[in-house]
């Protein structure tokens, strides 16, 4: 029987520590762990995709 991909095998998204440093919603890690346990950028202090400065 065939499997997927293991859910922890997933890549961690690296964040921008020094954006990361100050924020109190992830407290400076950058990354955030959802409901579902997945790592998401946090989208308090990390740019967005298009690099405009906005959050994701």
Not at 20 to 43: F, I, K, N
């Amino acid at each position: 029987m065939a499997h997927g991909v293991p859910h922890h095998a997933l890549p961690i998204p690296r964040p921008d520590l020094g954006l990361a440093r100050d924020c109190e919603h992830c407290l400076g890690w950058g990354t955030v762990v959802t409901r579902d346990g997945e790592h998401q950028l946090c989208h308090t202090c990390q740019p967005g995709p298009g690099g405009d400065g906005t959050a994701v």
